[in-house]
């Protein structure tokens, strides 16, 4: 029994998982797409579905969706066991498909109508949950807009207000950014970001800081296989590890050296001047422990020389897995 003053997380996790997955597999004839992967998505989480290209997340997706059979395992939503209810599941999920298939001809209203009919709404009811999902997703100055006409930003929200037009518990979105502008991705994640108030989410990419912007956990695939599963600072080992820095002082590039040495730093790259102006010296440099940041300040402000940028580096998706894979190889 739960604790009288449980908080929210403590609530959703005794919840059964919205998500279960067990042992699922995917052959495409020779090709093995997955190769067994294990994973739950508890109520009201944010599942971030990472890895690189091929490495199995959209057949796992159309296999959740009911879309594509499995080879062997189990995968079960709010419940219902997908291969065998494969029309019950589709109620629980709202779907943005991989490079988001969508009519081009028809206008943004008459095609919400449609895709809401399909979902077996009738009547008064269909105007309803295209006008809640219109105004959830911002459409209104394209709602009578052919769809072919619309910028790839609105395209993405049609995609999305189509996902949301059954009220579902999960959605489920297949890199709902690919080939968007940096500023329609922001608009993106915000409304993706407010969504994940109400509703239980996977969202798949292979960019690293689209997850960490949204996903309170992830799931890593890796040819087919799950590598890691939890927190993204734990699976990155951002407090343990080794952290890359930027780093540009107002000093000659032999003493950025001289400075790096005397903070345990490894030197592993002179870089451009980052900013105008004489006498600069930037770098990347890799320090061990939590307080390596600190030690370089310290000995930079020790000599006198004045600190530009003292930047900790996101990480790559490629350094992630190399450190993975010599990870299993030890
Ligand atoms: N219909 C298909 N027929 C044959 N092989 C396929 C098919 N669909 C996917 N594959 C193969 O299965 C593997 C996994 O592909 P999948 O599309 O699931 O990866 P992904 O992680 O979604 O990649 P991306 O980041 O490029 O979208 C790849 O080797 C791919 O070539
Ligand atoms: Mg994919």
Same mark, same amino acid.
């Given at each position: ?11 959703? $996790? !005794?919840?059964?998982?919205? *998500?279960? @997955?067990? +042992? ?7 090709? /093995?797409?997955? &190769? ?11 599942l ?7 490495a ?7 296999i959740?969706?009911?879309?594509? $059979? !499995?080879?062997?395992?189990? *995968?079960? @939503?709010? +419940? ?7 029309? /019950?599941?589709? &109620? ?133 296989r ?11 080992g ?7 820095v ?23 790259e ?37 600190l ?10 490629e350094?992630l ?10």
């Amino acid at each position: 029994m739960l604790p009288k003053h449980a908080g929210v997380a403590e609530v959703a $996790a !005794a919840q059964p998982p919205v *998500v279960r @997955v067990a +042992g699922l597999k995917k052959s495409y004839g020779k090709v /093995e797409a997955l &190769r067994g992967i294990d994973f739950e998505v508890n109520q009201g989480s944010v599942l971030g579905f990472l890895g690189p290209n091929g490495a199995g997340k959209t057949t796992a997706i159309k296999i959740l969706t009911g879309y594509l $059979a !499995a080879s062997a395992g189990r *995968v079960e @939503v709010c +419940g219902v066991d997908v291969a065998e209810e494969p029309l /019950e599941v589709k &109620r629980h999920i709202g779907y943005l498909a991989e490079n988001n298939p969508l009519y081009l001809d028809m206008r943004v209203a008459d095609f919400l109508h449609f895709a809401a009919r399909a979902f077996f709404l009738t009547g008064r009811q269909v105007q309803q949950v295209v006008d809640r999902a219109v105004c959830c997703t911002g459409l209104e100055e394209v709602y009578r807009r052919p769809i072919g006409h619309c910028s790839k930003g609105f395209r993405q929200r049609v995609g999305l207000a189509q996902a949301l037009l059954h009220d579902p518990q999960l959605l489920i979105l297949d890199e709902p950014t690919n080939g968007l502008d940096p500023l329609q991705v922001v608009e993106m994640r915000a409304l993706i970001r407010e969504l994940g108030r109400q509703k239980t989410i996977i969202i798949t990419s292979h960019v690293l800081p689209e997850i960490e912007a949204l996903a309170d956990r992830v799931v890593l695939l890796h040819e087919g296989r799950k590598v890691a599963d939890g927190p993204l600072g734990g699976i990155l080992g951002q407090d343990l590890a080794h952290c890359l820095v930027r780093v540009c002082l107002r000093c000659k590039p032999e003493q950025l050296r001289t400075v790096a040495e005397e903070a345990n730093a490894v030197w592993l790259e002179e870089r451009p001047q980052p900013f105008a102006g004489d006498d600069l010296a930037a770098a990347t440099l890799e320090v061990a422990g939590a307080d390596g940041l600190s030690r370089i300040a310290t000995v930079a402000a020790q000599a006198g020389y004045p600190l530009l940028e003292l930047a900790p580096q996101t990480r790559s998706l490629e350094y992630l897995f190399q450190n993975l894979k010599q990870g299993e190889e030890k």
